[in-house]
């Protein structure tokens, strides 16, 4: 039966994370498949200048980071990133916040999958035993009959040992931001080339737009998830102290490791690789840099664990999201916008439909996106989206609720919100017009399934749509959009916008909307009526038995 928007709920969520939970959580998100091939794609797209890229992105994402601190500090809900829209916005923002995340979360699986796959294509005896995937990247038949049985895998893995797995979770982590330490200490040790930092065309070959394209290419993807510890907030112990320091730390600790991870890529590379530039700066068709760079330094224990690692760290990092998943479906569920099975849980706690559909979503992903890149392109797209709202949704949060307490405050709150949110939409403009397009039409069907949900049921009240506070998103992403229709970046782009003049287009558009958002937020009354009923109604995640 469905419970209208009035109707309590039967519980409230069990807060028992604490500081280091939430800190591990965001961590083991950041640390994932990302690591294992970010760093080729980057130095591919930007060669020397890839460390650029890393730098800039991590600025970028820890503005927006911070900016998540504060929100999951002052509004300690589950699944805050679709929350936070709602509160400023009304349900139709945070709906398409929400619809927009979950688009990413379910992504995220078959991402995995692919790095997995991609890396271990890499070993000799796969070369010669199990190819499975073309000398671009992309899965051939074999490669997409196995991929399909380790989504299986995983699938299996996530009802039956999500509870088991997420109890481990510290250990999980520690062990997967260790081995990319320790690969940078060995390969730093054992074989570094200065001279590297300047062949194949210099520290810049493809000038400016090699640094932007290296961004949606593996970087910004590596990079993210340091939202993990706000999605939890609900169930922290103390979130008006712990989501902020957590959120920031982890940002912290998982940019540090990814620049030193590239430092030591660049410097390890084979010189005699480099004379005819980046293409192929460890050899055509290798797509497991590090196992291939410690292996002709002499260390083939370090390969070896790297191997392992290409299983755990990807399947760690894709348990963490099943968590996310959940609490996204479920709740766009409770909206009555997906069907009402994936509110349900089975005995044991665990939302059985919700894992099934991320599994057939994780399959049609493999048919238009059959690369770890292309995934990567597509998922950068819709996480930026996601990250959009956060800055519009604190700037109208903080004028229009003001008095609420907020033990952790963005400094410059001002100039950071419109630069945050001017970072997400560049992120989006990079990360190509193609991803862009099929994003938008993603959420075009999240759209409609929204309308008929508005129009089938008889007992659910939507006071809470603000028509005129949400008139503002689509105008934002159409216009994003043709943007990237004229722009410089992805397969589509028509390549209208000069150099430069696009980005500055990009900027002035960012600040239209921003200011004209936040012009529209809901009024404070309406905006504590909607806290208050959030907090009620997503009481009920209690019944998930979810990482954490």
């Known amino acids: 039966m469905t419970r209208t928007v009035e109707e309590p709920a039967a519980r409230e969520l069990k807060r028992s994370v604490g500081f280091w939970g939430l800190m591990f959580v965001s961590l083991g998100s950041i640390i994932g498949s990302g690591w294992l091939l970010g760093a080729l794609f980057a130095a591919e797209a930007a060669g020397p200048a890839s460390l650029l890229s890393w730098i800039l992105a991590a600025l970028m994402l820890i503005v927006l980071a911070l900016i998540h601190a504060e929100l999951g500090a002052a509004y300690p809900v589950a699944g805050g990133t679709a929350r936070f829209p709602y509160f400023a916005f009304g349900a139709l923002a945070g709906f398409t916040a929400g619809w927009a995340a979950w688009l990413q979360a379910v992504t995220i699986a078959p991402i995995e999958v692919e790095a997995s796959i991609s890396y271990l294509s890499s070993t000799p005896w796969a070369k010669q035993h199990l190819v499975m995937v073309h000398e671009n990247g992309t899965l051939n038949a074999t490669g997409f009959i196995v991929a399909s049985a380790a989504m299986l895998l995983f699938t299996i893995i996530n009802l039956a040992g999500a509870k088991l797995l997420s109890e481990s979770n510290g250990v999980m982590v520690i062990w997967k931001t260790l081995v990319p330490v320790v690969t940078v200490v060995v390969l730093v040790t054992l074989s570094f080339h200065v001279s590297n930092f300047h062949a194949g065309g210099g520290f810049a070959p493809f000038g400016a737009h090699g640094i932007f394209a290296a961004l949606p290419?593996?970087?910004?993807?590596?990079?993210?998830?340091?939202?993990?510890?706000?999605?939890?907030?609900?169930?922290a112990k103390n979130p008006r102290r712990d989501v902020s320091r957590a959120v920031i730390t982890a940002m912290l600790i998982g940019a540090a490791v990814y620049v030193a991870l590239e430092i030591a890529f660049i410097g390890s590379l084979n010189p005699k690789n480099l004379v005819n530039g980046w293409a192929n700066p460890i050899g055509a068709g290798d797509f497991g840099p590090y196992y291939t760079l410690a292996v002709a330094a002499g260390a083939g224990w370090l390969g070896t664990i790297l191997l392992v690692d290409a299983v755990a760290s990807p399947a760690g990092t894709g348990l963490v999201y099943v968590g996310t998943s959940a609490r996204l479906s479920y709740a766009l569920g409770e909206e009555e916008v997906l069907p009402d099975k994936l509110t349900k849980v089975n005995k044991a706690g665990v939302p059985l439909y919700s894992i099934l559909l991320a599994f057939v979503i994780g399959e049609l992903a493999f048919l238009p996106f059959p690369s770890w890149k292309s995934l990567v392109g597509l998922v950068t797209s819709a996480t930026a989206i996601m990250y959009a709202f956060a800055p519009v949704s604190l700037a109208a949060l903080q004028q229009k609720d003001g008095e609420r307490p907020r033990p952790y405050r963005l400094p410059y709150p001002k100039l950071l919100n419109p630069i945050g949110f001017i970072a997400a939409n560049l992120i989006i403009y990079w990360s190509g017009f193609e991803a862009?397009?099929?994003?938008?039409?993603?959420?075009?069907?999240?759209?409609?399934?929204?309308?008929?949900?508005?129009?089938?049921?008889?007992?659910l009240r939507r006071s809470d749509i603000d028509w005129r506070a949400a008139s503002w998103i689509w105008p934002w992403l159409i216009g994003m959009t043709i943007i990237g229709l004229l722009g410089r970046y992805g397969k589509g782009a028509h390549e209208t916008l000069p150099e430069w003049v696009d980005l500055v287009t990009v900027i002035a558009f960012s600040l239209v909307i921003f200011y004209y958002a936040v012009s529209l937020a809901m009024d404070s009354d309406q905006i504590k009526h909607a806290v208050e009923r959030e907090e009620r109604q997503l009481a009920n995640l209690a019944d998930l038995n979810l990482p954490g």
């Open 217 to 235: 290419a593996g970087v910004v993807f590596a990079l993210q998830g340091f939202e993990q510890a706000v999605q939890m907030a609900g169930e």
């Open 436 to 459: 862009t397009w099929k994003l938008l039409t993603g959420i075009f069907l999240g759209r409609v399934l929204f309308e008929i949900a508005l129009r089938r049921s008889n007992t």
